[in-house]
């Protein structure tokens, strides 16, 4: 119906109210009495719509009312199919949204904007003890008052931790926060109290055990060192026993790593201990050293920002470097860069060498103790496997990151990031 049929109504109207007051003399009586008719039929026709609305708006009872009144009501209707046509899409999608997330292999949780629970698994209800009809809606912070998953819930970015469960102090949970959408993060939880205890049985016995080795390797070494000078043996006495002598020095590096390693992953690091380096002074040490023990003859091109300094504890920033150079040259043939200077806001030492490269599938398992790339085994070259492990622990222990990625030719780039840092100024 054309919008201005109401008012073309009201037109015709007054004329035909106008023409029979012109006919009977009373023009203003009769003007009078049509307004007042109109009036009171657009009030009854807006009762019986207040009503019918007040009802429920039922289809099947709808007021026979036309003009604006019937367009109207014709609106409504409309918009109620399509409020149970949304209704309905929307119920199918919420099953099939809770039936994704039934299927999740973890606990869950969903949460909103403000942090509030939205859903939570039967399972995760379980594991922590809420109730999943009275604990909607509750910030989740009520219920895990623990400094470190505040900070991780206000990072932008996916992010996993451990922590204690609030319920069972005995207790470890693997917390994984991802983003479902702009408004909506899904928090995964896991068990990993048995996980944590094996974690510190294998570290136990490797420390223990490196620790019992240790003493007597020194002593068979020491032996078959003073064996192999003994001029009298036979020359096939002899290569057994500088055989034997090689492999007992690859068996006390061995054990000197895992020593180190063992160290660091126990290691309470206090504020305290947290020293200003140099790290110029730093590398030039490092370099000098590593020198002593192999002659890379200028292989190494270093370009540092001798101003930047950072807080650490000097001997594992000194392990990082030295483990990281060492690696680059056994690997590499080539120049090997290190840099030290600010990119994007962080302080990083880059290590970049030309070398044999690793595969996208070894770079993140390289920090694994024992684990060697495969491209290393192919080329036959000798190591423990430790190396990267240190690094990687040593960098945590310092409040850093460490990433591996190509080169832009060939070969690999270590970066070890710290976002705190020092600009000296003279």
Request: charged letters at 25%; proline letters at 1%; a positive charge.
């Amino acid at each position: 119906m054309n919008k201005n049929t109401e008012k073309t109504r009201l037109i015709l109207f007054l004329f035909i109210a106008l023409v029979i007051s012109l006919l009977t003399g009373y023009i203003w009586q009769t003007l009078l009495l049509t307004l007042v008719i109109y009036i009171i039929w657009i009030l009854s026709n807006l009762s019986e719509l207040e009503n019918w609305l007040y009802k429920g708006s039922n289809i099947d009872k709808i007021p026979y009312l036309f003009g604006t009144y019937g367009v109207i009501i014709a609106n409504i209707i409309k918009l109620k199919n399509q409020q149970k046509r949304s209704k309905k899409s929307y119920q199918k999608l919420m099953v099939r949204f809770n039936e994704v997330l039934r299927s999740f292999p973890y606990p869950t949780i969903v949460l909103n904007a403000n942090n509030e629970m939205q859903w939570i698994s039967k399972s995760a209800a379980k594991i922590l003890g809420l109730n999943r009809k009275k604990d909607i809606g509750i910030r989740i912070s009520n219920i895990f008052r623990n400094s470190k998953f505040k900070e991780m819930l206000c990072k932008a970015d996916l992010s996993e931790f451990q922590m204690q469960s609030p319920s069972d102090n005995n207790m470890i949970l693997a917390v994984a926060i991802s983003k479902l959408s702009k408004d909506t993060r899904i928090l995964s939880i896991r068990d990993v109290s048995d996980r944590r205890k094996l974690e510190k049985l294998r570290k136990t016995f490797i420390a223990n055990a490196s620790h019992e080795l240790r003493t007597p390797l020194t002593i068979i070494n020491g032996y078959l060192e003073m064996i192999e000078k003994n001029n009298d043996l036979s020359d096939d006495a002899k290569s057994m026993v500088s055989n034997a002598y090689q492999h007992s020095k690859h068996m006390n590096i061995l054990i000197a790593d895992l020593l180190t390693l063992s160290s660091l992953e126990n290691n309470d690091l206090q504020i305290s201990k947290f020293k200003l380096i140099n790290v110029q002074s730093l590398i030039t040490e490092v370099l000098d050293n590593i020198n002593n023990i192999r002659d890379f003859k200028n292989r190494v091109k270093v370009e540092i920002n001798d101003k930047l300094t950072i807080k650490g504890v000097y001997s594992q920033v000194y392990g990082i470097a030295f483990n990281l150079i060492e690696n680059a040259l056994k690997y590499s043939n080539d120049i090997v860069k290190v840099n030290w200077h600010i990119i994007d806001g962080l302080a990083i030492l880059q290590v970049i060498d030309k070398g044999i490269g690793v595969d996208d599938e070894d770079k993140i398992r390289l920090v694994e103790p024992f684990y060697r790339s495969r491209r290393a085994r192919l080329n036959q070259i000798q190591g423990t496997g430790l190396g990267l492990s240190i690094v990687n622990q040593a960098v945590i222990n310092n409040n850093g990151k460490f990433s591996i990625e190509d080169n832009d030719v060939d070969g690999t780039i270590f970066n070890i990031s710290f976002d705190k840092y020092t600009l000296i100024v003279n």
